[in-house]
């Protein structure tokens, strides 16, 4: 491990890069939390899940649309996929270019956003139009000269699985955030309220999943047991409404580990179906090879990390939602090149004795579903 810690990364990232701000230490903390982000959302391009992915969405509690939270990245259904050619390329690329190519899109209101901007900063997960519980999201495949390659994806507004990235930073001194709790109530109170699989602690001490049927009676049992006959079923009254929901941790003095949890992990673990513990290890790795003692595959990246963060104000170009594009390129290589380390990257807290291996299943199993038929019967 480069570091010893994430805080010894944040203090060096303070000094080296962030030198003009300032608070060095909460610029640098800031940055680390886009970082998180970033390893999550290209773990999940790598897992082929990119053109389920919808960037901070608006998310309604279960049989309460009043209330909504937004969350870091959510997997929706795919209702239809289309291939769409710019050419030649004029940029900037917007949605309303994107409309006259896409008879689909045709008489709908697009939304004012721009898939590749003048100077080629992208917009991952672009969202062209929102109607109808209808979502259309653009992503670029490819650009060669003056022609780009897009795939639009139609997509159910309603999520099949949410990810939310949790990190907490300590003042210089302080041993324990005091917001540190706060956020773990927030994220537990979202995953427990979201999905139709609801979730009852019995007098064991054990968890009850139960599930309304439209008859009014409930389909119960084990809470992991009925998780796994969900994922594994095409029963429209067990998959409409069900929502699973991963959490995505990273340690800075406040989590502690995954083999030594505090009270803040624990409200997180017993809430999300799915608590990933993004290791210091896993993320010292990435900034070093990023950051402090660059790769050449992460080059274009660094490049548009410190382009980013200069100090001038409207500049940002490494973020999940916009990204430079060969810094892209670069990550998207990276992740896909180094699968297997990404991965060891993670620890699973919850479920208990589980793997990364099974989620990822779990999630192309979701992802697969004939969802059309299911929320049409």
């Known amino acids: ?166 990190r907490v930073g300590v003042e210089e001194g302080v041993r324990k955030g005091p917001q540190t709790i706060e956020k773990a109530k927030q994220g537990a109170y979202v995953a427990r309220s979201i999905s139709a699989l609801q979730k009852v602690r019995l007098r064991s001490g054990r968890f009850q999943g139960v599930i309304e049927k439209p008859d009014g009676t409930f389909h119960r049992g084990s809470y992991s047991a009925l998780l796994k006959r969900i994922i594994s079923s095409s029963d429209p009254c067990l998959l409409r409404g069900f929502i699973l929901t991963i959490g995505v941790v990273s340690n800075h003095g406040n989590w502690f580990t995954s083999d030594n949890p505090n009270k803040e992990l624990r409200v997180l673990a017993q809430s999300y179906d799915w608590l990933l513990f993004l290791t210091d290890a896993g993320l010292s790795n990435f900034i070093d090879k990023l950051l402090l003692n660059p790769s050449r595959e992460l080059a274009p990246a660094r490049k548009a990390f410190l382009a980013s963060y200069s100090g001038t104000r409207g500049h940002n170009r490494f973020t999940k939602v916009r990204i430079d594009q060969d810094a892209d390129q670069a990550l998207q290589s990276y992740f896909a090149a180094h699968e297997s380390e990404v991965e060891s990257w993670y620890n699973v807290i919850a479920p208990r004795g589980s793997n990364l291996k099974r989620l990822r299943l779990d999630l192309g199993r979701l992802a697969s579903k004939k969802w059309k038929e299911i929320l049409d019967a």
């Open 1 to 166: 491990m480069p570091f010893e810690s994430v805080d010894a990364i944040q203090k060096s990232l303070a000094e080296q890069v962030f030198h003009y701000a300032s608070d060095r230490k909460k610029a640098a903390g800031r940055a680390l939390g886009t970082l998180v982000e970033l390893v999550t959302f290209y773990t999940l391009r790598a897992w082929n899940l990119r053109d389920h992915i919808v960037i901070e969405r608006s998310v309604p509690e279960f049989a309460n649309p009043d209330i909504t939270h937004n969350v870091e990245f959510s997997l929706h259904p795919i209702i239809a996929r289309h291939s769409v050619t710019i050419s030649p390329l004029l940029l900037p690329l917007t949605a309303a270019k994107i409309r006259k190519r896409l008879t689909q899109l045709e008489g709908r209101t697009c939304k004012s956003t721009q898939l590749l901007s003048k100077d080629r900063v992208l917009r991952n997960a672009c969202a062209l139009s929102d109607e109808d519980s209808t979502l259309f999201v653009a992503n670029v495949d490819s650009i060669r000269q003056s022609r780009c390659h897009a795939t639009v994806c139609e997509l159910v507004d309603e999520p099949f699985a949410i990810f939310e990235c949790k």
